[in-house]
């Protein structure tokens, strides 16, 4: 049986988006920069079909590998696939990734619309699912089998995996910077809405990458 | 020339205090959690007049040890001087810790209402301050002298450090709870209002120890 993880970069004040949010800016302002320690890096430019980057001399490389490795399948809510604010209720939106997406693996994606499963080049296919995340995460687990399943974002996502138990590894990417407002990762939660150890630190150069488990 | 230095327990989502602060409950509900890392270290009991504790077999030990070595002044906020509600003006109250307080240097308190200093057991002096946070850490630093000021709490006088660039190092103690509410410590700050570097971390029993430099 494999894990179901996350990992997600966060400001020093706790956001993993910036203010104002839009389709131009997904991100919101001054959010790219929660993930520029990972642009740089080989683990993370190989599977986006680009060359080069840092190496295993950035202790970063060896987390992002391992974060990617044994995936074999991702959850991730609406926003992330599509943009915040317009619809994508047609036929045409194909998620901000082009042609070849960078998951490589099937992708099931939170949304109230129902709509076909796309199948995507590179071994990404798309599936919407309407019943909710423990359905996401049921039908997602079952695909993956012996192999984890990685929960994307937003925020709201990865809370409501939280709430309902079936998050096992978090991984925090802790970035050193303010965004200053946004969307906040660990927002909307009770005391005690899980119990989280802390499994492992790297200091990677850019990030600090905390592992906890999740319970 | 010493450093001022701040070192705060923050739970997982960001919280320094948990909700419904109050006089009978000044941490709020469930923000003692925050700290029951801190009250199991010799290093914490030593100074507060409790016996033993763990020692250096617990890496906090040593991290509460570096914190509060070579501190020749405290700047604190009014919250954490006095109740929450209700008013301390009168010359009656003399602070949370009774006649021995756990400082045992310089301590200045930023507040509204001027009032005669008060010396207290061990060491202790209780300075307020009427004309802000650069006065209070002007002060403070001048009695210090070649030794460190530590800014206390709350929330909001670390944030006013920030901004007016006043901090040299934070340490956050962060424990692996959610409080869900209450008063975070990174917050009301803008995007960049100052750059931080993880200078060290450091993986305790129940709280990992992240050193940043501010500037």
Sequence with gaps: MGVVKC???VSLDGYMAGP???EADPLGKGGMALHEWAFKL?????PHDREGGEGDDNPSNGVMEEAQAGTGAVVMGRNMFGPVRGPWGDEDWKGWWGDDPPFHVPTFVLTHHQREPLEMAGGTSFHFVTDGVESAVAQAKEIAGDQDVSVGGGASTVQ?????GLLDVLLINQVPILLGGGERLLDNLEAG???FELARVVEGREAVHLFYAVS
Aim: with cysteine; charged share 15%.
């Design 7 to 9: 990992q997600l970069s």
């Design 193 to 195: 809405a899980s119990s």
């Design 160 to 164: 409501q995996c939280i709430v309902a």
């Design 42 to 46: 080989a683990a993370w430019r190989d």
């Design 20 to 22: 104002e949010q839009s």
